[in-house]
């Protein structure tokens, strides 16, 4: 006779977890895991990485979810490795061989491809993505042997760094430093850079190593998570207000902090600015964000009460 399940007893968590994703689990399953783990309430990720991606994933929990889109839409670095001369129907090494050709790529070759896809370029997402058409991800298509029209996307390869590393087993190997703005697809980049090689590519390895101003140094794996008690989980959580590190800050006095609360504006002699951090001065505390025009204070994702409550009794 099975034991019966013992039931979790959820509690108010609210922050960030800089958690270093593992292979094979999709983003969605590494979430589930570490909401268990420290037993919140809600919680949500900013940016998917597949399965067969390691690396930068951002956890966010309570009201820390307000501001998930920041990042969302933040700038992200990787480091891949691309087998050069085998195509695949994913463009990884998830997929069916689709085509071979034999590999004649010089360094001169290499420097040229890295300047070419440096900077703003067009990219066109691979089918094996979770892009929707007529509310049915592309994927979905894609194992019906289906294959939709998708119009290039707009993207910047800020940084772009191309090395040849070791030949393994006759099969020669690119090393890819990539930083990039949002909506860029990996893989999609090293299969066209294959094809722009001459001899086609596919991804074997992929690591999200910075996202936004969060870097893989700063993340902690599953498994320590699993070996600790709650109270060392707990250390592991960043304040909210670490996804607006890089804003503009305001302070406001208690009377205008209530009202800004309550989405009113606020005047003052600032000046503009598109992102802004909004603290209350009696407590300190993280009230939302807002942005500055002609001396206006004006209100966005803002906290509830209850939430700055819970967030200052939990921190105290």
Known sequence: MNAPRTRVQRRPVHGVLLLDKP???S?????????WLLRAEKAGHTGTLDPLATGVLLLCFGAATKFSQLHLDADKTYEAIALLGIRTSTADAEGE???TQEVNVTPQDIQRVEQKFTGPIEQIPPMYSALKKDGKALYEYAREGIEIERPARHIVI??????EIDAKDGQRFLKMIVYCSKGTYIRALAEDIGIELGCGAHLTQLRRIATGSF????CI???QLESEDDQERAQHIQPVESLVAGHHTVTLASDDAGRFLSGVRR????LDHDQVAVYGSEPHAFLGT???RAGELIPERLLNPQEIHSIFETTV
Do not use: D, F, P, V
């Not at 983003?27 to 909401?35: E, H, I, W």
């Not at 870097?215 to 700063?218: E, P, S």
């Open 23 to 25: 292979l094979g689990l």
């Open 27 to 35: 983003s969605n399953q590494a979430l589930q895991k570490a909401k």
């Open 97 to 99: 061989i689709i085509s």
């Open 158 to 163: 800020h940084q772009l760094q191309l090395e």
């Open 215 to 218: 870097q893989i140094g700063q």
């Open 221 to 223: 794996k599953l498994e």
């Open 267 to 270: 005047r003052g002699s600032w």
């Open 290 to 292: 807002a942005h500055i």
